[in-house]
């Protein structure tokens, strides 16, 4: 909780409220950021924190917001590794709320001298602009970078400038796509400016706007931009759900290396325990409900999980099956199709996806130690 009890009256107007699928998408955000981190301040000399639509850090009730998370875990990590530089890059079209979440940052990072902070008060679409010419960028260039765009809605974002962005700077992205805004908007006559920013928007990306499942639509607005950005190669989506069970946005992921669709999905298992997208929870079971059961919590659990990742794992065993058959493919490119395609990650794949097809579906080629990048496998007929 951050003390909000100097703010002022109009300071304190311009926070957010905050609901339960925001405090979850800071607590995932933030879990994801810590991993980053941490590689980071292992095998690069700098890192960097990029959050283009920040908030003031602070909700109505005090609550942390994500820019808030993650500089707590940069300082354990600045003064664990002091002879590493971090930087901290924040946007927010409100100056209201860049003064508030710099007056926050300023003071919990006081005395830490290997972070560099900087403020940005632009549209988000202006701050894609400067950013390219900024001296951070060329500062940054050696740093792993990762950059954090979480808008109201999906119409703010010019797609074309952020791409430009990302292809100026080397960064991951993660980028919060609001399927809610597209699916209400898409075809409203009745906010034709809105319908136009969204519909200008994903014809510049080359998306088919008459496409009426939402999610094939957002699954092509996923590779098309993965495909724009040219140091980016993987791009993988968590999705969150209203209490009626209908997508409100989803994260979207987008890095250049495998490693990190690893490490996101690793924090996927860690937030959501490997639930394939997160719900409100007035749709869960109520508080007190009990199960009639048998068994214990512990074994419920463990039987759920066995079961999610059988069933990820029986999705991807079909998907190679069709994409692959009678062809010879390495365990990297079945780590890949996994990683992209399910919510499997690197250490469930021998399990749930090698294991079941050997000897039926799956032939081994190659001699020597199994389930390494370098082995080969035929695809049964
Ligand atoms: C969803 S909130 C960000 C929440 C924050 N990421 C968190 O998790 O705590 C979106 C923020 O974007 C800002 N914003 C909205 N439109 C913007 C624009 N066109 N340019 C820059 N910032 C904008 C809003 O003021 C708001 O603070």
């Known amino acids: 909780m951050i003390d909000i009890s100097n703010l002022s009256k109009s300071q304190l107007k311009v926070l957010d409220d905050v609901k339960e699928h925001t405090l979850k998408k800071g607590d995932f955000v933030a879990e994801y950021l810590e991993e980053f981190l941490y590689v980071g301040a292992n095998k690069w000399n700098q890192v960097t924190y990029i959050d283009a639509m920040s908030n003031a850090g602070v909700y109505r ?9 993650v500089m707590r875990r940069m300082i354990i990590l600045a003064k664990k590794y002091p002879e590493k530089q971090f930087n901290f890059i924040v946007n927010d079209y409100k100056l209201e709320k860049i003064e508030i979440l710099h007056d926050i940052l300023e003071k919990m990072k006081k005395g830490v001298s290997n972070i560099s902070t900087w403020y940005f008060n632009e549209d988000v679409n202006d701050f894609f602009n400067v950013m390219q010419t900024h001296d951070t960028n060329r500062l940054f260039q050696s740093a792993l970078s990762i950059t954090f765009i979480d808008p109201y809605n999906y119409g703010y974002i010019d797609m074309i400038k952020m791409i430009e962005y990302m292809n100026s700077r080397r960064t991951e992205l993660i980028l919060n796509l609001f399927t809610s805004d597209i699916r209400r908007n898409l075809r409203n006559e009745q906010a034709k400016n809105h319908m136009k920013m969204i519909n200008d928007s994903l014809t510049s990306l080359g998306v088919n706007t008459s496409e009426e499942d939402i999610t094939v639509l957002t699954n092509d607005i996923a590779t098309r931009l993965r495909d724009a950005m040219k140091r980016i190669n993987f791009a993988f989506r968590y999705p969150f759900h209203n209490n009626i069970d209908q997508e409100i946005y989803s994260l979207l992921f987008l890095t250049g290396h495998i490693k990190g669709i690893k490490k996101f999905k690793r924090a996927i298992w860690k937030t959501f325990d490997g639930s394939d997208r997160f719900v409100n929870s007035k749709n869960k079971m109520p508080e007190g409900a009990t199960q009639l059961s048998l068994l214990d919590e512990d074994e419920i659990e463990k039987i759920e999980h066995f079961y999610k990742k059988d069933l990820q794992g029986k999705e991807m065993i079909k998907l190679i099956k ?7 493919i390495w365990y990297n490119d079945i780590e ?11 250490n469930h794949i021998v399990t749930y996806v090698i294991k079941p097809m050997l000897g039926k579906e799956l032939t081994k080629l190659t001699e020597g130690k199994a389930y390494k990048g370098e082995t080969l496998y035929r695809v049964g007929e």
């Open 336 to 346: 890949e199709i996994v990683l992209e395609n399910s919510l499997l990650g690197d």
């Open 61 to 69: 009730c005090g609550t942390e917001g994500t820019s808030i998370k």
């Open 322 to 328: 069709s994409e692959f058959k009678g062809k010879d």
